[in-house]
């Protein structure tokens, strides 16, 4: 369904027939590598055991997705069910029917009402993962959210941090200056201001700021 440059996902079926993701991470290009490191250092998860060879490298990075992806449906936010991991494999809940992917945020056409209602759910995706999975996404936009009977989906967690990692802040102010700026500028919505979504995501306010 998407060869990446590092991982290639796969449509398929379980012993029962019913539709799984299988996402598959490949070699990793230097530029990946280094890339990899820096989410994984400061991981108490992980910062310890950051394997030498890339085939280990490509586990890892796989049982952090895997890790990722549990914690975060754990705490409630929508993101495909993770089903299992073995080495550099992960398999995941198919989002979408018959190998026919659900599109990308990015990619569907909504009416302003359906719109508003997907930014406002993500925005609590992204507080429950903060506040409950302890969490942060890393790599949000609306090319990592996927849209399926009227309901979002959030993606692609490998690169998801720990909130007391030392760049999580960062990662999530940007996080939400992407969703924020999608919303605005290609949608048109008018929604809260970038320090009223910060504010409520790490509970420093118990309501959005209403438009
Ligand atoms: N659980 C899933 N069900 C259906 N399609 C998926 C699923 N996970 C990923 N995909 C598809 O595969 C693409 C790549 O997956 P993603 O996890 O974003 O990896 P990458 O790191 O390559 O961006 C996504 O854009 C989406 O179209
Ligand atoms: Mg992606």
Do not use: C
Request: no cysteine; hydrophobic share 40%; proline share 3%.
């Amino acid at each position: 369904m998407s060869a990446g440059k590092e991982a290639r996902v796969y449509w398929g079926t379980d012993f029962k027939g019913n539709d799984i993701a299988v996402k598959i991470y490949l070699t990793s290009t230097v530029e990946f590598r280094k890339g990899l490191i820096k989410y994984l250092r400061g991981d108490p998860r992980f910062e310890n055991k950051i394997p030498k060879s890339t085939r280990k490298l490509m586990s890892l990075w796989a049982r952090k997705e895997f890790r990722n992806y549990v914690l975060m449906h754990q705490a409630g936010a929508s993101v495909p069910e993770p089903i299992t991991q073995f080495e550099n494999i992960l398999v995941m809940e198919f989002i979408g029917k018959r190998g026919e992917k659900a599109p990308l945020l990015k990619e569907v056409s909504l009416s302003i009402d359906e719109y508003y209602e997907i930014f406002k759910n993500l925005i609590e995706d992204v507080r429950k993962i903060y506040q409950v999975a302890r969490l942060v996404h890393g790599d949000l936009s609306e090319y990592n959210v996927m849209i399926w009977k009227g309901r979002h989906y959030i993606i692609d967690v490998s690169q998801a941090v720990k909130v007391s990692h030392p760049n999580a802040n960062e990662f999530l102010i940007r996080d939400l200056r992407n969703i924020r700026k999608f919303f605005t500028d290609v949608v048109g919505l008018e929604v809260p201001s970038l320090e009223s979504l910060y504010n409520y995501v790490v509970g420093n306010a118990n309501e959005l700021e209403e438009i």
